[in-house]
């Protein structure tokens, strides 16, 4: 393993002087949004919380009546009727809004009283504020552009945390000397002790971050859904086909048979208490869900649990809109394995399956990453980087002492990483290309 690590070190300097304020912006507006579901409590209060949360509701069919006669959007997208302690939101889409980004109308279910109205993101259905949050983390508002700095952030993170995993457990003599503060220590070894140590105690997490990350990437995240769907681990869907079928009673698929049924050309929306209740006495009853109108004609109701909290609860129902028959259901308890390890994957990433406990805990990865990060530049800075932009690197050549078994099976498995992560795989040819000219200046200056 001695070979092994001046090659690691060199990646890791590189890897941290270059790509470091990516992780940076990545970890503080991260920690800014694990947060901000408190922060929206608070400044949205009036459109979150009822006047009297224990009031018996309205009917739901009345509450969406309400919010379509003051509505400023047209089309009719989905209900989400209200948690306990909340309100209910009607959504609209007229097709104008960027991708996810929906209209809310939000009633009280207790009066049915509308009590305003606001735009909308995603799956959490996040308010205005935490969505700036959540752009800024996710493309510095720059659009798909700026997509790729969390990309290329997700796309190193695990590089660097490997490979100073790996330097780290060398370098120490024992595991305690690998675990706990050297408080002895000063200058340089003090500031690597502090980034070795917290690097160790957190690895798992920044692990876990990178990896669930590049799911939902520019670009490594195709390659991510295109091997999701070759092994068969995509989530499965719910058929909206309406078809002449008895009802689901024990949370099975119905058998699909006879002809489609058709539906009228305008849906009966006074009918979606009653699809409700269907979709309920299938065990789709999560206290969060959302409902979806027809999409068409011989098409069905669909009501989808969206509570995303530990223990998962995204069950989906199918409701036929005349005899009001369950028609189909998929249980998450059927996903398969790696569906059900993505599910959870993102909402450890978003803070939301373990609530408060989750969140917190995120906050204080992503502030031990900007340590770890604060700590990497006072080292580079302690190395020479006073002196110049890239200080003193490790020595070059580190690769050539490798063994040969080790180049024939990393070389390879490099090349196959770079092309499922262009962000990784670009970024370390412009290394190797920082590399061979910093070596080569360094070779015309007089000795």
Known sequence: MSSVRPLLLRLHFYAGVL????????????????????IEKIVYAGLLTPADPDAPAVPLAQQVAAAEQVTTVSGLAAVRPAPDGGTTRVIFDDGTFAESYRHAVFVDPGTGAVLGQATVYGTTGAMPLRSWIDELHRSLHLGDVGRYYSELAASWLWVVTLGGLAMWVMRSRSTRAALVIDRGATGR??????HGVLGIWAAVGFLGISATGLTWSQLAGENVTELRSQLDWSTPAVSTTVAQAAAVTGGEHSGHGGGVVTTPSTVDLS??????AAARSA??????VEISPPSGEGRTWVVTEIHRAYPTSVDVAAVDPTSFEVTDVVRF????????MARW???????????????LALVALALVLAGMIVLGYRMWWQRGGRRSILGTPPPRGSWLRLPAWLIAVGVPAVFALAWFMPLFGIPLLAFLAVDVVAGALRARRPA
């Open 19 to 38: 790509i470091g304020p990516f992780l940076m912006i990545a970890a503080l507006s991260g920690a800014a949004y694990a947060i901000s579901p408190q």
């Open 189 to 194: 070894a003090r500031s690597r002790t502090w």
């Open 271 to 276: 009918t979606i208490d009653q699809v409700l």
């Open 283 to 288: 065990d789709v009853d999560s206290d969060q």
């Open 333 to 340: 308890g059927d996903y398969p394995f790696m569906a059900k």
């Open 345 to 359: 994957g993102v909402d450890l990433h978003m803070g939301t399956m373990f609530g408060l406990v989750n969140q």
